[in-house]
């Protein structure tokens, strides 16, 4: 079976643009996750999503958004870039939203 | 709120050697989950091993096992017979099980475990 999925791996873009990222858990899994880890740090909660319901928010503006498609999938957005929102950026999909959660291979974001 | 540390940025281990990386954490909250990551330089987080706080077992796999001690905080990491695939940075962290955040990882700063051949 396929792992978790996101896309794109790299992106670079300017100051105040906007921002999407996307998600394909694993097949099955109905809870994503999203993660922001800035170097040399642990990675940060951001949302959780389960059955396309927000059901967990992390301490971040409201310059971040999300949500989650029917086929479970799921789209972060992120407003108004600013230098500080370069990070590698990680989904994580679990079965259910208290099971263990697995990882995708990360975007990294870079903003100049 | 509850928080992850991890008080080693690095470790060295010399290869079939045995390393172990610590971790603390603070909790108010009696029931929760604990977990080792390891993090390659191919980015991918990888489960190692993970902890239900109420056995009192500590948990193995293969050749990674922990030593839990719920009194004091502390979730430490044993590799037995360390190989080079296990160069990576090691994250601990602790699922939270109440509030907005339920259900997600609050994770350390991480440990950059090198394996010398």
């Known amino acids: 079976d396929a792992g978790v999925t996101q896309s794109p791996t790299h992106l670079i873009k300017t100051r105040g643009q906007h921002v999407t990222l996307r998600c394909s858990p694993i097949?099955?899994?109905?809870?994503v996750s999203w993660y922001q880890q800035v170097l040399g740090q642990g990675p940060q909660f951001i949302f959780q999503?389960?059955?396309?319901?927000?059901?967990g928010r992390g301490n971040f503006p409201d310059r971040f958004s999300a949500r989650q498609f029917p086929n479970y999938s799921s789209e972060l957005n992120v407003n108004a870039l600013l230098l500080g929102d370069s990070a590698l950026y990680l989904c994580?999909?679990?079965?259910?939203?208290?099971?263990?959660?697995?990882f995708g291979p990360g975007t990294r974001l870079t903003v100049t | 709120a509850q928080t992850v540390t991890q008080s080693q940025p690095e470790m060295s281990v010399q290869e079939a050697e045995t390393v172990t990386l610590s971790c603390t954490y603070d909790?108010?909250?009696?029931?929760?989950?604990l977990f080792w990551y390891k993090q390659p330089p191919s980015r991918q987080m990888i489960l190692v091993i993970r902890?239900?706080?109420?056995?009192?077992q500590n948990a193995t796999e293969n050749r990674f096992s922990v030593n839990f001690q719920k009194a004091a905080k502390s979730f430490s990491l044993k590799i037995s017979d360390s190989q080079l695939g296990d160069a990576a940075m090691y994250f601990c962290?602790?699922?939270?099980?109440?509030?907005?955040?339920?259900?997600?990882?609050?994770f350390g700063k991480g440990t950059k475990l090198s394996v010398k051949p």
């Open positions: 902890q239900e706080a109420y056995k009192q």
């Open positions: 962290a602790y699922r939270v099980n109440y509030g907005g955040s339920q259900g997600n990882l609050i």
């Open positions: 994580a999909s679990s079965f259910e939203w208290f099971y263990e959660q697995y």
């Open positions: 999503y389960y059955e396309k319901e927000e059901r």
């Open positions: 097949s099955g899994h109905k809870s």
């Open positions: 909790t108010s909250e009696s029931d929760y989950y």
